[in-house]
Nanobody
Framework: QAQLVESGGGLVQAGGSLRLSCRASRMILSTFVNNDMMWYRQAPGTQRELVARLSSSRETTYADSVKGRFAISRDNSRKTLYLSMDSLKPEDTAVYFC?????????WGQGLQVIVSS
């Protein structure tokens, strides 16, 4: 059974940077590269929101609130999705989830807490 394992969250001061990773475990490469890959976040008392998307055709889209600060990318050799976050703001504080969606399934990571202190 394939699963997504997230790492890289934590506490950072405003203006700082973090990189989140989402590794696909027990997923064959052809399945990995044919997924749409997303990062979502959910702050306390709010709905989960889409932060960034990397389509199977390599197109990227971002929420307006993170454009120019966040970057989504993937490394096929490591079967890993990344979210690089720069110029972090306190309002970026949330639990971040990766999500892969494709013809063979819909997988979610376990969630990572990111706290940005002012």
């Amino acid at each position: 059974q394939a699963q997504l394992v997230e790492s890289g969250g934590g506490l950072v001061q405003a203006g700082g940077s973090l990189r989140l990773s989402c590794r696909a475990s027990r997923m064959i490469l052809s399945t990995f590269v044919n997924n749409d890959m997303m990062w979502y976040r959910q702050a306390p008392g709010t709905q989960r929101e889409l932060v960034a998307r990397l389509s199977s055709s390599r197109e990227t889209t971002y929420a307006d609130s993170v454009k120019g600060r966040f970057a989504i990318s993937r490394d096929n050799s490591r079967k890993t999705l990344y979210l690089s976050m720069d110029s972090l703001k306190p309002e970026d504080t949330a639990v971040y989830f990766c999500n892969f969606r494709g013809d063979y399934g819909d997988w979610w990571g376990q969630g990572l807490q990111v706290i940005v202190s002012s």
